[in-house]
């Protein structure tokens, strides 16, 4: 579920509802590493989100990013790059590195901001590169136990090496 709610001061409230799955989701990654979370709902609450940002300050950026995380959303669901229920498949860090490469894409194809569109096409043209390998790297790190160092306050370096696992997607996520 995906509610927005504008506020009186001119503001937003942007949320989506997990319907109580997030225990047994959480379980699931413990055992097996794999986190089936789908993360869609997050996705489309970006989008209203920048559209405000860029609506109540008249930033051209923040419009842009909105345009193209749409697309990105898009894509996501016609070609179901949407986390499955069991390991061997598509998981949460899966559909995590398809918005990344389906956004990346949108940002480099787009006129409006000639910035943007520079930053992005490398940041496209590697993600595509490297897409079979870092989606093959992400299904072989399921189907084995993790620790995260507690269930309510997990250790940051532990979920760091969990939740990304690929050196290749890492460098060029943190090369942005």
């Known amino acids: 579920m995906l509610s927005i709610v504008p506020l009186m001061a001119g503001g937003g409230l942007f949320e989506t509802g997990a319907g109580g799955s997030a225990p047994k989701q959480v379980q699931q990654f413990l055992e097996e590493n794999y986190l089936r979370w789908d993360s869609l709902g997050e996705y489309f609450a970006l989008v209203p989100s920048f559209e405000q940002v860029a609506h109540t300050t008249g930033n051209k950026k923040a419009k842009v990013l909105a345009e193209t995380l749409d697309e990105a959303n898009g894509k996501i669901l016609e070609f179901n790059r949407t986390p499955a229920r069991k390991i061997g ?21 787009q006129t409006e901001d000639a910035e943007l ?5 490398p940041v496209a043209k590697t993600l595509a590169e490297k897409e079979t390998a870092i989606v093959e790297a992400f299904a072989k790190e399921q189907g084995k136990p993790v620790d995260i160092g ?11 090496k969990w939740m990304r696992p690929i050196p290749e997607f890492n460098a060029v996520i943190d090369s942005l």
């Open 89 to 109: 498949e598509l998981d949460n860090r899966g559909s995590h590195f398809y918005l990344a490469l389906y956004w990346a894409q949108a940002l480099a194809a």
């Open 150 to 160: 507690g269930y309510y306050v997990p250790k940051q370096e532990l979920l760091n």
């Open 117 to 121: 569109a520079a930053k992005f096409a």
